[in-house]
Every structure is written in structure tokens, then in C-alpha cells.
């Protein structure tokens, strides 16, 4: 006969099973609704911090392409001023070497007045006397020792603005490559994105590294160097204008030699043929007839100035020679200066090669840039030829 099997232990009465069912409810609809809050507020915090990454990697990106744009514009301005500090040293070099060319030249002028006054000095007697000529001798020589003066000043301060233009164009270059260096880091920076495979973390990354400058000192950095370079520049443009001054004296030699020695040649042509009148006169004066055939103050006077013609002609010539010789040494001077002046712009391309090729030697090789030859556009030229007997300085 089957019994009834009684499980042990206190029974709950069905209240107490409702009422924990109802707890349990009640618990699980408090989880949800705390899950639900949860959501909402993970959601919410997504979107907002969604949105402000987007943000500021935008801003970023703005401020990194304007940092861009003004790095850039400074490099260009910079570009410009080198372009423009090469330009001035390349002309006050040859204004300069002109100038030492001209100083050069005034030897021979120099020596040749004091030749003149040495040999004077060999007058002996009443002769020796402090005349016009003695005077002017020693004129020349105050003058040509004035101008040589004048123009040793101006070489010097020439040496000195070309030693302020390289110090210049060194600051400006030194500033120049650290913008290049600069807009190439920062083009880098602003192609990063999280696709790009060389991203990691680093330490410390919001750190102030040393020598770290404020927008305004790295503004003014920059402004006083293309300032300075302008100013240099300038006093550069101005000296250039007083050597060329200096320096017209010795091309102002030549075409006053040459415009004398036309006046000669055209005086010598006049006395040729006043020379020929007078000497027909004479022949055809021989055929007068008998008596009539006297020595009259007509035949003295025609001789007189045959004579004198002749004479006239002789120290023409003669002075024409010593004329057409200080030119033909003029002229070879200015040869000789026209060729050194080749000599000296080979080696000066040379000499800028072998810079260089000694960069290597403290440039690393992977960042090895071989320099712009600022003095090739210029310097490797031959000098420009005579233009009506003028030598071109720029």
C-alpha cells in the first residue's frame, strides 16, 4: 500500500511565496531601470566625447594647417630676403674688386708724375726754378695721392659691409632652415591619422622641452633678422654708390686720353694743310719772272711759317705718340684687369665647390644637401666688355 512521502522542514505559506515573487520583480525591474539609466548615460558620454575627439582633432588640424601657412609665409619672405642679401654681395664684391683695380691703376699715373719731378730735378742752374709745370706736377701728386686714399677708405669699408652682409645672410639662413625643418615636421604631424601605421604612445608626451619660445619672441626673432639683413642691405647700396663714384675717375682717364688725342690728330690734319698753302705759295712764287723775282717780306714770312708749321707738326706728332702710349698702357691695365678679373671668378667657383664638398665632412650623410652656389650666377661670368671705351661695372 503506497504512502505519502512528507518532505522535511518548514513549509511557506502561499503570502510568503507571493511576496517573494514580488520582491524579486520588484528587484529585477530596479535592475533594469538601472541598466536602462546605465545606457543612456554610456550613450550620452559616447556621443559627447565622440563629438569633442572630432572637435579637437579639427581644431588641431586648423591650427596645424594655419602653424603651416605662417611658417611658410615667413620662408617665403626669408627666400626672397636671401635671394636679395646673394644679389647685394655679389655686386658689392665686384664694385669692390673694381675699386682695388682703379686703386691699382693710379700707381701708374702716380709713378709717372714722380718720375716727371725726378727727372726735372736734374735742371741745373738758373733752370732750377719752381715753374707752372714743377706746380702742376705736384698737384697731380696731392691729387692722385688724395684719390688713392679715397679709394684704399673705400676697399676697406667694402671688406667690412661684405663681413656684416655674411654675418647677416648666416642669421637669415640659420632661420631659414629651421623653418624648412619645421614646416616638415609639422606636414608630417599633419598627415597622421589612427590608420597611419608609425602612431604610438610616448612618454610625456605634453612636456615643455627646453629652449621652448613664446609666438611673439619667435615673431621677433625672424623680423630682426630679415630687419637687419634690409639694413645691412641698404648701407651695402649706399657704399656701392660711393666706390662707383671713386672708381669713374680711372674710365674718365681713358675717354678724356682718347678725346685728346682727337683734338691732336685733328690739329695735326690742320697744320698739314696749312703746311701744304704755304708751301705751294712758295713754289708757285718761284716762276715770277726776272727781276721780279725778289726776295720780299712776302718770301720772308712764308718761310718764317713753313718753318714754324714744321716745327708745330714735329712737337704734335711727337706729343701724339706720348698720348697714344698713355692710352695703349691704359688700355693694357684695363686688360690685365678684365683678365684677373676671369682669374679671380674661376677660382672663386672653385673655392665654393670645395665648401661644399667639406660640408660632407661634418654634415651627416643622410641629411647631406648640397649648398646653392649664390656666387655662380654672378662671379663664374667673364667681365663685360668695353662700351665706348668704358669698362661696365654692373
Known sequence: MATLSVKPGQRLTAPDWHTNTELISADAESQRSASHRVRQETRALRNETNNQAKWDEHDNQTRLTERISSVNRWKETLDKCLADIDEEIDALAKVKEAAERALQAKNLSLDVA???LTLRESRRAIDVVRDPVEDELHKEVRVIDKAKRELQQRVNEAFEQLCLLQEARQQLSFDHRGKMEALEIDRVCLSLSVN??????????TRVPNGSTAVDEWEQNSQYNKDHAEAEMKASTKLREMIVLAIAQTLEEISEMEEDIRRLEEDLRRKMQDLKVAHTRLETRTYRPNVELCRDQV????????????????????????????LDALYRQLYRIQTDIGYKANSLVLDNKCMDSRRKLVVPAEKFVPEVDTFNRTTNRAPSPLKNGQLELA
Open 196 to 205: 597611419s601605421p608609425n602612431i604610438s604612445f610616448k612618454v610625456n608626451p
Open 114 to 116: 714722380i718720375e716727371c
Open 299 to 326: 718770301q720772308y714770312g712764308l718761310t718764317d711759317e713753313v718753318r714754324q708749321l714744321e716745327g708745330t707738326i714735329r712737337a704734335l706728332k711727337l706729343k701724339l705718340a706720348e698720348a697714344q702710349d698713355a
